[in-house]
């Protein structure tokens, strides 16, 4: 611990002197030398705190060379100052001299002085060994120790005779202080601790490298021996200042060498440019120096190098490959190095050569640089401009309906996480959770065309620029170049798909991400286009086979954590369907938001700005700000880039024209162009190909599924399809998923292969039982009632010929029988808000009204997502129905703009909604100096009848109080907000684990609900508020005057809470109706004080006392009371603690006692 502080303190004494260039060139230096990884180096240049960056350099330092102290100091004075030449005779900075030796002999005093001395702990494992063969022989310690004698077991005696010693065990204790303080360091949590366990008292050595390790089949012990550790930088042992570990100084004038014996060889490191000395670090014996060495010192040899494992001298060491998860530095370097096995002598003749650092086989790298020239390369094909969003946490939960499916849970405006750091936050949540050798799943969700794409695609890109050290391979798999039918699978065709060929992955690039998935990043997108994707969690598959297998099975592998165990596994995909049962056990979910309003104007001003049509940006956001069901709607990036198409066309043509007020309009307006200049028949052929592959959940196209070569050409040039990124083959995709479903909605509308009375499922409005409607294309039912309903001229007219469009005519008097027999009271949320999107489609006034006019004055939208568009319809619906609604807003997400437009209405005369999310409205309300909009939202919000199931939830409503109290510090009732004046009923349920905890929270705003009818403090959990939890409920009676009904059943409550209670209830003698003491633990004191007050609540009708601890004489004192109060109409007594024929006896005497 004190040696890494004094290298810590001179390493900052160091960087605090030096501008930034000179610290980069020593980080430079070390990297070149391969002290550091280039990962570790990328993460140290942008490291901002210097207290952080000093303390990682000296971790390496520590790690890597076991530097002295004065090393350091010289370093420094090499930086500030020019250097001198030191004579011979130089001694440390202990007073001792460099060349000094040590004559080891038999350990004494305690095993702590064993400990912290210089002794080397091989010769004290052979000293030790011998003593305890040879008891009383006097032995010689020999030079160079069979090595074949060396066994776990007497190095486990000498370990447990060590433990017994009580110092011992306190300098283990200043070992976990050590361990505690270095493992802060995100970078090295991989590392093993024991490596800093041995640098204690290593002050005035240097370390050797060796390995040694248990012998195959032992038992590992308890606490090992330097020498037993591996070589591989993870474990290194302590040598003595013995000849072998001599340090020499030769300091030349602007430039310093330093020499030291340790045995690996040589390494450089400089800084050119930056005003660093460059400075030499030698492992081995240096032949040209100054001194001539003593030949007299004792030499320990370095272990024999095993055969089969480059870079251990243990057949058993662990090597890089038995590793794979273990960050740098500790596996980038010494691999490939031999041990110094010279004699004394043999270091006069000659240096050895350098040291060759490991690399990466030549394979591996050019195929990861090529890789990354691959991605860099690769076009972007964004369709638009790029406007920076952040993704939001997210989470699933079960569906609203009895079916298994889970889906994404819809969070309060105010509750949303959002990942302000970008990708950096995303995958730093992967690296809190991550275990080792242990697969992370990232799910990344959003509608179609919120740009899941292009953020995965985004990924890949910043790993090619380095920006992603954490992996030393990203692979980008579009999952449409991969479901092919009857096709199989390696893992190898997974990693490197069609998208990446020409390059090729040999088998000693497979080989080695095999064996290091955890350096692995998989990206997987558009995985809900997958039919493999059922039952991922539970398909059968192995481990890794050289078979090729389904595309199903290999998946499996991968969420199993069968297959590539320990990569990280991210996924885009649509957050409904099947693929929620495969993100059950996902680590983290994200979601991609719309765009915000200012988001949608920067859009639409990139855009006309990148299409040299800058000076047209204000007239394009005047047109779109004439029709708000379009400007709520460009909260999709993809409908946003479709009406900058569109208005960009009405631009140039310089008409008065303006935007249409539907999407079918919309997209009318796209295509009608370039359905004048098709070939005959080649929209309805194209809408027919956008039908069956959205049946098959599709969206790409082989080259051989077009009718004829002229059909293809004309998509490809009017950019209704575009080339897939991703397939070696030659495959189209629609522009847009929305595109595909405008287009499946034209054959919808003109073909007759349908019948008529089949039509009305395709709008899925209302649930079948048997063959339900599979609504992958989800946007088809608003285009089919568009097209079939607006004026033909206007509509299919511009896209098809007038005979061919006729066909429509027919279904429209299907589908208006069907919309004017719908019953809306019946719809679920969801199915109501689609209807009213499918009624503003139309265009026509008569169902429009009709149903507006059919909408129940309740209306209820809870758990149900409201976006933009949503708010949108449903506001003008209540405008048009000319009624009083209460609406329902509670876990909807809607945005605190909607939310305002919403109350506003004058036909809204309530609603509700998340606490937090009303009070930001307002807060907001009143920043904006808007008085009677803001008191038209306290007014009309309630939280009546309000149940708390969260802890969250009793902090609002304290919130809530407190807001109160701020603006009426008068306590004048009649300016209390109406949420709050009149609530009438609470309930409490929180379980017998929060409820005691939060309930303090909530009888403490209690007396501010002085309407309050209904307390119910049950729940089928138990709250088990206990004696303390009636105490301070107690203390709010003279506050509750309206009580009437009182619930403390389950809570725990004792005799103690009982008294509490009756001395309390006198306030509440004149409201309380109904007081329920259910299965508690009241004994016959508690039932007696009840009794006794019993006679005082002149308004009681029911009081339930079943299931408590009471015996026959509280019972008899229960019943004595009863008949003093002739108001009482039942009192439920039976608890198992009474005599049954004292329960019959007591109903006999009085018929309102209940024993049931």
Request: net charge negative; glycine share 6%; aromatic share 6%.
């Amino acid at each position: 611990m004190n040696h890494f502080h004094a290298i810590l303190a001179q390493v900052q004494t160091l960087l605090s002197s030096q501008q930034p260039r000179q610290v980069r060139a020593l980080l430079d230096g070390l990297l070149e030398e391969e002290l550091l990884s280039r990962e570790y180096h990328c993460a140290l240049l942008r490291e901002p705190d210097g207290e952080a960056l000093a303390r990682k350099i000296s971790l390496t330092l520590l790690e890597k060379g076991d530097l002295d102290l004065a090393f350091l100091s010289w370093v420094c004075n090499s930086l500030q100052a020019p250097t001198v030449e030191r004579g011979t005779s130089y001694r440390d900075h202990g007073g001792h001299s460099l060349c000094a030796t040590m004559e080891l002999g038999p350990p004494e005093g305690s095993y702590l002085e064993l400990l912290n001395s210089d002794a080397d702990p091989l010769h004290l494992y052979h000293l030790y060994d011998q003593m305890d063969l040879a008891g009383e022989e006097e032995i010689e310690l020999s030079s160079e120790p069979d090595m074949d004698t060396i066994n776990c077991d007497q190095f486990s005696k000498l370990l447990q005779d060590m433990e017994m010693d009580e110092e011992t065990r306190e300098a283990y204790a200043n070992i976990a202080e050590l361990d505690q303080y270095v493992f802060q360091d995100t970078q090295l949590e991989g590392l093993s601790k024991d490596l800093f366990i041995e640098h204690i008292g290593a002050e005035e050595g240097f370390g050797e490298n060796t390995e040694v390790s248990v012998e195959a089949g032992q038992k590992p012990q308890k606490r090992r021996f330097p020498e037993e550790h591996a070589m591989d930088s993870k474990h290194r042992k302590l040598v003595p200042p013995c000849r072998t570990s001599l340090n020499y100084l030769d300091l030349s004038t602007g430039h310093i060498q330093i020499f030291t014996t340790l045995p690996q060889g040589l390494w450089q490191i400089s800084g050119p440019g930056a005003g660093l000395s460059s400075f030499l670090i030698y492992h081995g014996e240096m032949p040209q120096v100054n001194q001539v060495l003593s030949s007299s010192s004792p030499t320990v040899p370095s272990l024999p190098e095993a055969p089969d494992r480059p870079g251990s001298a243990s057949p058993f060491a662990p090597s890089a490959a038995d590793l794979p998860s273990m960050p740098e530095p500790a596996l980038t370097c010494r691999v490939n190095e031999t041990e110094d096995t010279t004699s004394p002598s043999s270091c006069q003749e000659g240096p050895e050569s350098p040291i060759k650092f490991p690399n990466w086989p030549e394979s591996v790298e050019q195929f990861q640089h090529s890789l990354q020239d691959k991605y860099q390369a690769s076009s972007e094909s964004s369709s638009g401009p790029l406007v920076p969003m952040e993704l939001v946490r997210a989470r699933l939960e079960r569906g609203s309906n009895k079916s298994q499916e889970r889906e994404l849970a819809t969070p309060d405006w105010t509750e949303r996480q959002i990942a302000h750091g970008g990708l950096a936050e995303v995958l730093q949540v992967v690296g809190d959770c991550k275990r080792p050798r242990e697969t992370q799943v990232v799910a990344v969700l959003g509608k179609a065309g919120q740009g899941k794409s292009h953020w995965a695609r985004t990924v890949s890109h910043t790993w090619a620029r380095g920006q992603l050290p954490q992996y030393d391979f990203v692979f980008y798999v579009p999952c449409h170049c991969l479901d092919c039918p009857g096709n199989t699978y390696h893992l190898r065709d997974l990693l490197c798909p069609p998208s990446l060929q020409p390059l090729a992955m040999d088998d000693e690039v497979y080989d080695y991400i095999v064996r290091h998935p955890d350096r692995v990043l998989l990206i997987l997108d558009a995985f809900e286009e997958l039919e493999a994707q059922d039952g991922l969690l539970h398909g059968s598959c192995g481990p890794l086979s050289p078979e090729p297998c389904s595309l199903r099975g290999l998946l499996a592998g991968i969420f199993q954590r069968k297959l590539l165990r320990g990569c990280t596994l991210l996924l885009t995909a649509r957050p409904r369907g099947r693929l929620a049962q495969s993100l059950s056990k996902a680590d983290a979910i994200f979601e991609v938001p719309s765009f915000s309003t200012k988001q949608a104007q920067t859009y639409v001003r990139h855009y006309f700005e990148d299409s040299g049509m800058a000076g047209n940006q204000d007239k394009a956001l005047g047109l779109l700000e004439v029709q708000p069901f379009l400007l709520t709607h460009s909260h999709s990036p993809v409908l946003c880039s479709a009406v900058c198409q569109l208005s960009k066309a009405l631009l140039e043509q310089g008409t008065e024209a303006q935007l249409p007020c539907t999407l079918t309009g919309l997209y009318v307006g796209l295509l009608g162009p370039a359905a004048r200049n098709s070939p005959p028949g080649a929209l309805v052929e194209l809408a027919k190909l956008a039908w069956e592959l959205g049946r098959r959940h599709q969206s790409t196209l082989q080259e051989t599924q077009f009718p004829s070569v002229e059909v293809k050409t004309w998509a490809v040039t009017q950019g209704l399809l575009q080339p897939t990124l991703g397939t070696a083959e030659a495959q189209l995709a629609f522009s847009s998923f929305l595109l595909q479903c405008f287009l499946g909605a034209v054959w919808l509308a003109l073909c007759n292969e349908i019948k008529d009375k089949e039509l009305p499922q395709y709008l899925a409005l209302t649930p079948r039982k048997k063959r339900p409607y599979d609504n992958w294309l989800e946007g088809v039912p608003r285009f089919l009632v568009g097209l079939v309903f607006q004026p033909r001229a206007h509509c299919l007219g511009a896209l098809v010929e007038p005979a061919v469009a006729a066909v429509a005519d027919r279904k429209r008097k299907v589908l208006t029988r069907y919309l004017k027999r719908l019953k809306l009271g019946t719809l679920q949320a969801g199915r109501l808000l689609e209807l009213l999107h499918c009624a503003h489609e139309t265009q026509e006034p008569g169902i429009w009204e009709y149903v507006a006019h059919q909408l129940p004055g309740y209306l209820s939208f809870l758990g149900t997502r409201l976006t933009p568009p949503d708010v949108y319809v449903l506001g003008r619906a209540l405008e048009t129905a000319s009624r009083d609604f209460s609406l329902d807003l509670r876990q909807t997400g809607i945005e605190p703009s909607g939310l305002g437009n919403l109350v506003g209405l004058s036909c809204v005369t309530s609603f509700r909604a998340s606490l937090s999310d009303t009070m930001a409205l307002w807060e907001s309300l009143q920043q904006q100096g808007e008085p009677q909009l803001l008191q038209t939202a306290e007014k009309k919000f309630t939280i009546e009848p309000f149940k708390a199931r969260s802890p969250k939830d009793v902090e609002e409503l304290d919130s809530l109080v407190r807001t109160q109290r701020l603006r009426n510090p008068s306590e004048d009732s009649a300016k209390d907000l109406p949420a709050i004046r009149d609530l009438k009923k609470l309930e409490f349920a929180l379980g017998p684990v929060l409820g005691p905890q939060v309930f303090p929270t909530l009888a403490k705003v209690l007396p501010a609900f002085s309407s309050l009818q209904h307390l119910d403090l049950d729940s089928l959990s138990e709250n088990k508020i206990g004696d303390k939890g009636v105490s301070k409920l107690s203390a709010t009676f003279p506050q509750l005057k309206a009580l009437e009904t009182l619930n403390l059943s389950q809570n725990s409550i004792t005799d103690v809470g009982a008294c509490k209670l009756a001395e309390a209830l006198p306030a509440l003698a004149k409201s309380l109706v109904r007081l329920s003491l259910y299965n508690n633990c009241i004994c016959d004191t508690g039932a007696k004080s009840l009794a006794q007050v019993l006679p005082d609540m002149v308004s009681l009708r029911v009081m339930d006392v079943q299931f408590n601890k009471f015996t026959a004489a509280g019972a008899q004192q229960l019943a004595s009371s009863l008949q003093k109060c002739p108001q009482v109409e039942t009192l439920a007594m039976w608890t198992p603690t009474i005599p049954f024929g004292v329960q019959e006896h007591l109903q006999h005497l009085d018929a309102r006692i209940s024993l049931r």
